[in-house]
């Protein structure tokens, strides 16, 4: 018989706490997915942490156990939403991620983020995150840099204040997404060929700044 070490694989065993672990991923997802599937077919208003709970077939204790309240569950939701938006223009394909010309991404970012606001829009309006003070949110300010980097790829020069709130404002403030649809009648179509009007025509003037 041979004395070498035996190098087979060792089957891997979760400890309480892994298996724990594991089991607070898995509700954390069932119950994002149930809240989505309630705000989608009956608005945000519906998002109870009854309805939740009923919806993913759990305890309402289970729900309170992962966020804490309504509003800890829609912002849950809203950070779920955004980690895989920055996660697709950070390290996604192109365009909206890197290897397209600095245009193409800056028009592409534009779109996925006013459909994402729109599609959102009841849960940022229901938390609070109209979008008055987007800039000084973290989501703001991330996306305030990714802008700046690609219109300074696109010849801007340094002062890029102004440019970067006329291009954000429109995509992050659902606020002003909801004007754009309850008063002015526009649909997210038209409200996304409209900013990119705006944006080619700020492209096209940009040896001014």
Do not use: C
Not at 143 to 161: M, N, T
């Amino acid at each position: 018989m041979s004395n070498s070490p035996d190098h087979s694989p060792v089957p891997l065993r979760l400890s309480g706490a892994e298996t724990e672990r594991a089991d607070a991923a898995r509700n954390r997802r069932l119950l994002l997915a149930a809240a989505k599937n309630l705000i989608d077919n009956h608005g945000a208003a519906a998002v109870t942490m009854d309805a939740v709970a009923r919806e993913a077939g759990v305890g309402k204790g289970t729900v309170f156990r992962r966020f804490g309240s309504r509003t800890g569950l829609m912002y849950a939701l809203l950070d779920h939403s955004e980690s895989e938006m920055q996660q697709a223009y950070l390290s996604g394909p192109a365009p909206l991620g890197p290897g397209a010309p600095a245009f193409e991404r800056l028009l592409a970012y534009g779109r996925a983020r006013l459909k994402m606001t729109a599609a959102h829009l009841d849960i940022l309006l229901e938390a609070g995150g109209g979008g008055d003070d987007f800039m000084s949110h973290p989501v703001g300010r991330a996306s305030s840099l990714h802008v700046q980097i690609l219109l300074r790829e696109l010849g801007f020069g340094p002062h890029l204040q102004v440019a970067t709130i006329a291009v954000q404002t429109p995509l992050l403030s659902a606020s002003a997404v909801k004007h754009l649809i309850d008063v002015e009648g526009l649909d997210i179509a038209t409200i996304i060929e409209q900013w990119e009007t705006m944006v080619t025509a700020l492209v096209a003037g940009r040896g001014e700044f």
